[in-house]
C-alpha cells in the first residue's frame, strides 16, 4: 500500500510526470490503497499499418467513456511514425507516450534528427502556414506545443549548441505560429542558445556538491597536512549522517534519469563514452568516496590495539545506523558495503572487540542493503512513511528511537545501483528492434516505468533541509582513498594471515580517551560526542555539532595520543591536549583516570607511568578537567596514597597488583 504522504506526493509530481497526457504510474498499481474496483472486460488487439504497430485496448459496454471505447498505443514502428505519433498520442488515448518518449528517445535517436522530423511533418499537413487553420490542423498545433513546452521544461540540455542554427531558426517560427510572437516557449528557446548543456546538463558535479568558496584552511579539522582519517571520531554521528544526506541528495537531485538507462549506462567505459551519464558518474563518485573513507579509517594506524580500533568500526555503525533514519540508503549501504570488504572483514580481533549491540545493529543493516530477491526489502523501505516497522519486515535499528522523528527532515535518497541493475537488466532481457527492424517501444515503456519511480523518489528527496559543515565535508573530500593493493597489505599488517588472535603491545601503544565529562570546555575544545542536540554555532565557528555537552560521560571516542614507557601522566595529558588543538601548558588544569571493571576508577597522579596502565583489562580512560579550588600541584607534590583512598577505596587484588606496576 502506497502511504497516504507518498501518495500525497504523487499527485503533485503527475504534472511533473507527464499530466498534460494523463499519466499513471503503473509501477506503484499494486499499491494502491483503494479496494479493487470491478472493471469491465478488456479486449487487447493489435493492428498494423505502414511502418507502425498498435496495440489497441478495447473496453466493453460499461467502461468509462461509453461502449466499446477504444485506445490505440504504439507498440513498435519506424523512427518516423514514432515522432509523428508525438502528435497524435493525445488523441489516440496514448496516455504515457510522450513522456516515455522524451525520456527514452535518446537510445535510438538524437535530437536534432527527432526536432526535424516533428516539424517536417507539421509542415507537410500545413499546420505551420498563416491564416486560419482547419480544427485538425489546430488540434496539430496544440499537440505540437504541448510537447515542445514538455521538451523545454524537462530537457533544456537537448536544445543547447549541439543544434543547427537553421534548425532553430524553424523551431522559432514554429513556435510563433503554433503559440504566438513572443510566447514563454520561444523566450525559453532564446535563452537556452550560447549554453552548451543547458542550465540541468548534469555534469561534473564538483564543486557544488561540497559548498564551493567555503574552502580554505580556517575552521578545517586538520589545519595543515594531510588529513587524519582518524578525525571521523570527533565528529557526531548524527552529524555525519546529515552531512552525507545533504550531499547524497543535492546529487541525487542532479539525476538525470535517462542516463540511468542500461543501454547508456553499460557503454559507459567504451572508448569515446567516459564522459557520458555524468550525473550518474557523480552519485558514483560519492558512493565510493564514503566508502573509501570507511576503509581508510578502519584501517588506519596499524599499531592500535583491537580494542581502540573497535571504536572506529563501532562508530561507522552508529552512523550508518543515523544515515537509516534519515532514509539516505545511498550512504547506509556504501557504508555497509565497506565494513563488509575483506580487508575490513577479515580483521577478527577487531569484530570479536566490537559491543554486541552495534554488531546487532550492524547485521540489521546489512540486511537491508543485502542483495537478496533484488533489494526487495531496501525497495519496500524506500517508499516507507516514516522509519516505523511495516508489519514487522523493517529491522530498525533501537538507536533510532533516541529523538523524535517528527524533529528530523523528511526525505529519502534511494541506492541508484538498484535502479541501474533494473535498467540494465531491462536492456539485456528485451530487444531494441523487432526482427522487421521496427524500433521496440514496448522496451521503452518499461524503462519510462522505472524512471518515473527515480522521479517520485526526487520529488520526495526535496523535503530535506540540512545545513552544510565544511569542516566534516573538507576531511571527506581531501582523504585520499587506498588502492586494493594498499587495504590488503595494511589489513595484513594489522592481522596477519594465520596470526593466532593473541592480543600484543605495540613498541609505542596508542592512548583513546573513552569518556568525557566536561572535557577541555573551559578551554572551549571543539570535541565531539556520538549523541546529543545542538543549537547554535561553536567556538572558532565550529558547528553546533562540535560542541562538548554540558555534563555527564557521553561516551566519546576523542582523538589518539601516542604513548611511550616514558611518558608520566603529566605529558601523556599534554600530548591529549595538543592533539585537540589546545596549549600543552593547560596541562595541569586536567587529571587523567582510567574506569575499571564494577563502577570503579583509578585516578593518575603525576608520577604515574601510562604505559602500564595500558596493559591492564580496562583501555578506558577519562580526562576531566580538575574541580573548582583544587590545586594543581606539582609532581613532587602529588598525595599518591590519599588520591588513590578517595577515587578508589575498595580496590581488589588485581588494582593492587596494577597500582604497584604504576607507582
Not at 543535492?250 to 564522459?275: H, I, M
Not at 543549537?535 to 553546533?544: A, F, I, N, R, Y
Request: charge should be neutral; aromatic fraction near 6%.
Amino acid at each position: 500500500m502506497l502511504p497516504r504522504s507518498l501518495r500525497q506526493l504523487l499527485e503533485g509530481a503527475r504534472l511533473e510526470l507527464g499530466e498534460e497526457q494523463g499519466v499513471t504510474l503503473s509501477g506503484y498499481r499494486s499499491w494502491s490503497p483503494d479496494p479493487p474496483q470491478p472493471q469491465p472486460p478488456v479486449t487487447l488487439t493489435e493492428e498494423a499499418e505502414e511502418g507502425v504497430i498498435y496495440t489497441v485496448t478495447t473496453r466493453q459496454p460499461g467502461a468509462p467513456g461509453g461502449a466499446g471505447s477504444q485506445a490505440r498505443s504504439l507498440k513498435a514502428g519506424s523512427l518516423v511514425r514514432l515522432v509523428r505519433h508525438l502528435l497524435e498520442a493525445q488523441t489516440l488515448g496514448d496516455a504515457t507516450y510522450i513522456p516515455a518518449f522524451l525520456v527514452t528517445y535518446r537510445v535510438f535517436a538524437r535530437p536534432p534528427m527527432v526536432l526535424g522530423l516533428l516539424l517536417d511533418r507539421l509542415e507537410e499537413v500545413g499546420a505551420l502556414e498563416p491564416g486560419p487553420v482547419s480544427p485538425e490542423t489546430a488540434e496539430l498545433q496544440r499537440a505540437f506545443s504541448s510537447v515542445m513546452c514538455s521538451w523545454l521544461d524537462r530537457y533544456p540540455e537537448d536544445f543547447g549548441g549541439a543544434l543547427d542554427s537553421g534548425l532553430v531558426e524553424r523551431l522559432g517560427r514554429s513556435l510563433q505560429c503554433a503559440l504566438g510572437q513572443g510566447s514563454e516557449a520561444e523566450r525559453r528557446l532564446l535563452a537556452l542558445r550560447g549554453v552548451p548543456g543547458g542550465p540541468s546538463n548534469g555534469g561534473e558535479l564538483e564543486e557544488e556538491e561540497w559548498g564551493a568558496g567555503e574552502d580554505g584552511p580556517e575552521g578545517g579539522v586538520t589545519p595543515r597536512g594531510d588529513p587524519d582519517p582518524l578525525d571521523i571520531l570527533i565528529f557526531q554521528a548524527d552529524h555525519v549522517a546529515s552531512q552525507l544526506t545533504l550531499v547524497e541528495a543535492a546529487l541525487f537531485l542532479r539525476v538525470v534519469p535517462y542516463q540511468c538507462l542500461g543501454s547508456l549506462w553499460s557503454q559507459r567505459e567504451k572508448k569515446g563514452r567516459e564522459r557520458d551519464c555524468p550525473s550518474v558518474r557523480a552519485t558514483v563518485r560519492q558512493f565510493n568516496r564514503l566508502a573509501g573513507a570507511v576503509i581508510r579509517s578502519c584501517l588506519a594506524r596499524p599499531g592500535l590495539r583491537p580494542q581502540q580500533r573497535a571504536r572506529i568500526l563501532e562508530k561507522w555503525i552508529h552512523v550508518a545506523e543515523e544515515c537509516r533514519t534519515l532514509r539516505n540508503f545511498s550512504s547506509l549501504c556504501a557504508i555497509i558495503s565497506a565494513l563488509q570488504s575483506s580487508p575490513v572483514h577479515r580483521l577478527k580481533r577487531t569484530w570479536d572487540e566490537t559491543a554486541r549491540d552495534a554488531l546487532r545493529s550492524y547485521e540489521e543493516l546489512s540486511t537491508i542493503c543485502s542483495e537478496q530477491d533484488n533489494y526487495n526489502l531496501s525497495r519496500q523501505l524506500l517508499f516507507q512513511e516514516g522509519t516505523s516497522k511495516p508489519s514487522g519486515t523493517d529491522p530498525a535499528p533501537r538507536r533510532q528511537l533516541r529523538r523524535p522523528q517528527e524533529q528530523r527532515p523528511v526525505g529519502v535518497v534511494p541506492y541508484l545501483g538498484t535502479f541501474l541493475r533494473d535498467l540494465v537488466m531491462l536492456d539485456t532481457a528485451m530487444k531494441d528492434e523487432l526482427e522487421n527492424g521496427y524500433i521496440n517501444f514496448e522496451k521503452r515503456r518499461k524503462e519510462f516505468e522505472v524512471l518515473a519511480q527515480l522521479r517520485l523518489l526526487q520529488s520526495v528527496c526535496r523535503n530535506y533541509s540540512v545545513q552544510p559543515s565544511p569542516p566534516f565535508q573538507r576531511w571527506l573530500r581531501a582523504l585520499p582513498p587506498l588502492s586494493e593493493a594498499q587495504s590488503h597489505s595494511l589489513s595484513c599488517e594489522i592481522e596477519p594471515p594465520g596470526e593466532a588472535p593473541i592480543p600484543q603491545r605495540p613498541l609505542k601503544p596508542t592512548l583513546v580517551i573513552t569518556h568525557c565529562t566536561e572535557l577541555l570546555s573551559s578551554v572551549g575544545n571543539p570535541l565531539v560526542s556520538w549523541e546529543g542536540p545542538s543549537s547554535h554555532e561553536g567556538p572558532s565557528g565550529c558547528s553546533p555539532d562540535l560542541l562538548p555537552p554540558p555534563h555527564g560521560p557521553t561516551q566519546l571516542l576523542s582523538r589518539l595520543a601516542q604513548v611511550t614507557s616514558q611518558d608520566k601522566t603529566p605529558s601523556v595529558i599534554a600530548k591529549v591536549l595538543e592533539k585537540h588543538g589546545q596549549e600543552r601548558a593547560a596541562a595541569p588544569q586536567f587529571q587523567l583516570v582510567q574506569l575499571l571493571p564494577e563502577g570503579k576508577e583509578l585516578t593518575f597522579p603525576p608520577t604515574a607511568n601510562v604505559f602500564y596502565a595500558m596493559n591492564g583489562s580496562s583501555l578506558d580512560f577519562v580526562l576531566r578537567p580538575k574541580s573548582a579550588g583544587e590545586p594543581a600541584l606539582p609532581p613532587s607534590a602529588a598525595p599518591r596514597r590519599a588520591e588513590l583512598s578517595a577515587t578508589f577505596p575498595k580496590i581488589k587484588a588485581t588494582g593492587r597488583k596494577l597500582a604497584r606496576a604504576l607507582f
